[in-house]
């Protein structure tokens, strides 16, 4: 089993900027990637990004230039650095991991609010 732990969530102001960890324990070395999700008031969850053990990335479209996912030393460990926040990006913020099996992992979620 894999345990994920989200932190760094809050109230920004728009156009502020906020950091996402996210840590992972447990069977972390059945870990082939880890990603970011997001669950918005009436809307579905959606993919905001992925890192492959491989380290190579992939952003939703809506957040490029803005929101960026990097990894620690070890896999077990992510960060969703988000620039430039707007109120559409209020959402509660899942952490993803996922198994050579393509089994899911999911985090508590962090909240991230972003108003005036």
């Known amino acids: 089993q894999v345990q994920l732990v989200e932190s760094g969530g809050g109230l920004v102001q728009p156009g502020g900027s906020l950091r996402l960890s996210c840590a992972a324990s447990?069977?972390?070395?059945?870990?082939?990637?880890m990603g970011w999700y997001r669950q918005a008031p009436g809307k579905q969850r959606e993919l905001v990004a992925v890192?492959?053990?491989?380290?190579?990335?992939n952003l939703a479209d809506s957040v490029k230039g803005r929101l960026t996912i990097s990894r620690g030393n070890a896999k077990n460990t992510v960060y969703l650095q988000m620039n430039n926040l707007k109120p559409e990006d209020t959402a509660v913020y899942y952490c993803?991991?996922?198994?050579?099996?393509?089994?899911?992992?999911w985090g508590q979620g962090t909240q991230v609010t972003v108003s005036s």
């Open positions: 890192i492959s053990s491989a380290g190579s990335t």
């Open positions: 447990g069977s972390v070395f059945s870990i082939h990637g």
């Open positions: 993803n991991a996922y198994d050579g099996d393509y089994i899911d992992y």
